[in-house]
């Protein structure tokens, strides 16, 4: 079942920008975290593909008793489920509802709990067709009671600070498209999809491709967490990037906590 789309609860673009914040209700959440999120955390397609694989080999009977094991998930520590989930809410909803694919979901890749690519948390495409794009998204999440929250506009890892490299800087957009090119090109099913993307990518100066930035908080919605991000990337923006920024706030206290959710001084704007 489709994550729910949520109510739109403020417009604050800045065009050609887009900033949204959308709300959704406790009942959604629940039937999300119940129906959707379960395969986007775990990645049943990978796991599908991994019993197919070791379906296929020749073991002895020792061997045969540790598939069940060899395909259990790698513990997470609980520092990480806020972040994890906001990251799987995150793109199930761009998936349900911008028409987006991401092959190889951000758990696939992972090293380590804390491991991601450069300046980016998805890759994919969007769109089908002569339509289809590359598309790149970061995602923050945060409880913390501040507006907008630190990971928006602080340090070099802010929402604001990676979108403008998304933007600008080419070496990233190099690296994320080789990234997902080098995996496309394996799968018959998507090679059709990259050489439009990557046509349309490399006849533009490496200009046309969709950004999404995405925050999920758990505090009282305000405009301000993503009003100052939409007026400085508007800034400079080229007419090929289209860029939109999405806030997702769940009910009050939703996200489960952590070392990198520390609440901080309080201040409120509506």
């Known amino acids: 079942m489709p994550i ?12 050609p920008v887009i900033a949204r ?14 129906e959707r999120l379960p395969d986007v955390l775990t990645d049943a397609p990978g796991l599908e593909h991994l019993e197919e694989f070791y379906s296929g080999l020749e073991l002895t009977e020792f061997g045969q008793d540790n598939i069940a094991e060899a395909l259990q998930p790698i513990p997470e520590d609980e520092s990480s489920r806020g972040w994890r989930e906001g990251e ?13 694919e991401f ?11 804390r491991a991601s690519l450069p ?10 067709g002569t339509d289809t794009q590359f598309v790149f998204s970061q995602v923050k999440t945060s409880k913390e009671d501040r507006y907008p929250p630190q990971v928006v506009n602080r340090g070099d890892k802010s929402l604001i600070k990676q979108t403008l490299q998304l933007r600008d800087d080419k070496n990233i957009k190099k690296t994320l498209v080789h990234y997902i090119l ?31 930035g995405v925050l999920i908080r758990d505090v009282p919605y305000s405009q301000f967490d993503l009003s100052g991000a939409a007026e400085t990337l ?9 860029i939109e920024f999405i806030a997702i706030y769940l009910p009050e206290g939703a996200i489960p906590g952590g070392p990198q959710h520390r609440p901080r001084e309080r201040r409120r704007h509506q």
């Open 234 to 242: 508007c800034e400079g923006c080229h007419p090929a990037t289209r």
């Open 21 to 34: 914040g959308m709300s959704l209700s406790q009942e959604e959440l629940d039937d999300a975290r119940e």
């Open 4 to 15: 729910a789309q949520g109510t739109e609860i403020y417009n604050t673009d800045s065009p």
């Open 182 to 212: 080098q995996r496309a090109t394996l799968d018959n099913g998507l090679v059709g999809q990259a050489r439009v993307a990557t046509k349309k990518w490399l006849e533009s100066n490496y200009l046309d491709l969709v950004i999404f």
């Open 119 to 128: 300046g980016a948390e998805l890759v994919g495409f969007i769109g089908a």
């Open 88 to 100: 799987a809410l995150a793109e199930a909803w761009l998936t349900d509802h911008k028409n987006c």
């Open 103 to 113: 092959p190889w979901p951000f758990n696939r890749d992972l090293r380590h709990h």
